[in-house]
C-alpha cells in the first residue's frame, strides 16, 4: 500500500467508502464486512461514513467490523447532518455515532454540507467535541470555494482539517480554485466518488479509457481510481462492497501513467480553465 500526507498524518493513498453499506440482508451485510476487513489487514488506514448513510446502518455496520481492531491504527471519519449543525445538535449526534461505531472518539468530524446554522455556532460546537476529547480534529464536506473563505475568516474556522467533494476524471471543477486553495492554506482534500454516482449514475467511460485500461493490463474501474490519486495528494474513498472489488482498488493504487497518457485523457476528459459550480451526488 502507497500512504500520502492527510490530515497531517501517513494515511492510505484509498480510504474505505461505505456509502449505502450496511443496508442489505445478511449475505451481503457479511460481503461488506470482510471486504472492509480485507482493506485493514491490507493497509488501508482510513473509513470514511456518515449518520446519513442508511440512517446509521453503514456506523453500525463498521463498528462490528472495527472492534477487533487496533483503534489507534486507523482513521474513522464521520459527518452529520446540517440540520444537526447547532453545538447541542452536534454533540447529540456525534454520541450517537460513537455509539453505532462502538469507539470513543472521531479522527475527523465533518458537516456533511452547508445548511442554515451559521458557520459560526458549528465551528463554536466542534471545537467543543475537540476539548472534550470526543474526536481529534474536524472538517467540512461539499463546500465551494467560497463556503471555504467565509469558513476560514470564522472564529477557529482555520482549524478545519479536511473538505471533502466529488472528484473524478469527468468531474474536475475543483482543480481550479479549491485544490489550490486548500494546498495554500494547509488543508486536505477528500475525493468521493471516483466511477461517478453509486447510485446508478456512473461516469460515461469514453473509448480511451477503455483503450488505455486494456493496453496496461487492468479495468477501466482500476484506470478512473488511479487517475484520481494519480499525483499522490489526495485521498480518495471509493465504496467497496465485496472483497473482489477492493482487491481491484487496492491494485489501482500502484497503476502509474506516462506524461503523454495523461495528455491523452485530458484532451477526452478536459481540465477545467474557469470557475465552476461545485457538483455533488
Known amino acids: 500500500m502507497k500512504y500520502i500526507t492527510f490530515n497531517h498524518q501517513n494515511t492510505s493513498a484509498i480510504g ?23 482493506g485493514l489487514d491490507r493497509g488501508i488506514n482510513l473509513i470514511d461514513t456518515a449518520e446519513m448513510y442508511g440512517d446509521g446502518l453503514s456506523e453500525t455496520l463498521i463498528g462490528k467490523v472495527i472492534k477487533n481492531y487496533q483503534r489507534d491504527n486507523f482513521q474513522l471519519v464521520s459527518k452529520f447532518y446540517p440540520f444537526h449543525a447547532t453545538p447541542k445538535l452536534i454533540e447529540q449526534s456525534l454520541k450517537n455515532s460513537l455509539k453505532r461505531l462502538q469507539t ?12 442554515n446554522t451559521p458557520l459560526t455556532e458549528t465551528v463554536s460546537g466542534l471545537e467543543k467535541m475537540v476539548q472534550a476529547g470526543l474526536i481529534k480534529n474536524w472538517g467540512v464536506s461539499n463546500f465551494d470555494l467560497d463556503d471555504l473563505k467565509e469558513l476560514s ?22 482543480e481550479y480554485s479549491i485544490l489550490p486553495w486548500q494546498k495554500e492554506h494547509g488543508m486536505s482534500f477528500v475525493g468521493y466518488s471516483p466511477f461517478g454516482s453509486d447510485g446508478g449514475q456512473f461516469l460515461k467511460i469514453k473509448p ?26 489526495l485521498l480518495s474513498i471509493p465504496k467497496t462492497a465485496s472483497v473482489e472489488h477492493m482487491q481491484s482498488n487496492i491494485k489501482a493504487v500502484d497503476v502509474q501513467f506516462t506524461t503523454d497518457e495523461l495528455q491523452l485523457l485530458d484532451q477526452s476528459y478536459p481540465k477545467p480553465t474557469s470557475e ?5 451526488i
Open 153 to 174: 475568516a470564522t472564529k477557529d474556522g482555520s482549524h478545519c482539517r479536511i473538505n471533502e467533494d466529488l472528484y473524478n476524471i469527468a468531474s474536475r471543477g475543483i
Open 208 to 233: 480511451i479509457i477503455q483503450q488505455m485500461a486494456k493496453d496496461k493490463g487492468i479495468t477501466p474501474y482500476q484506470l478512473l481510481l488511479a487517475w484520481v490519486i494519480r499525483n499522490h495528494d
Open 104 to 115: 470513543d472518539y472521531l479522527d475527523l468530524y465533518l458537516l456533511h454540507w452547508r445548511g
Open 16 to 38: 474505505i467508502g461505505t456509502w449505502h453499506l450496511g443496508k442489505g440482508n445478511q449475505t451481503k451485510t457479511e460481503s461488506e464486512m470482510q471486504a472492509i476487513k480485507y
Open 276 to 280: 465552476t459550480t461545485l457538483e455533488t
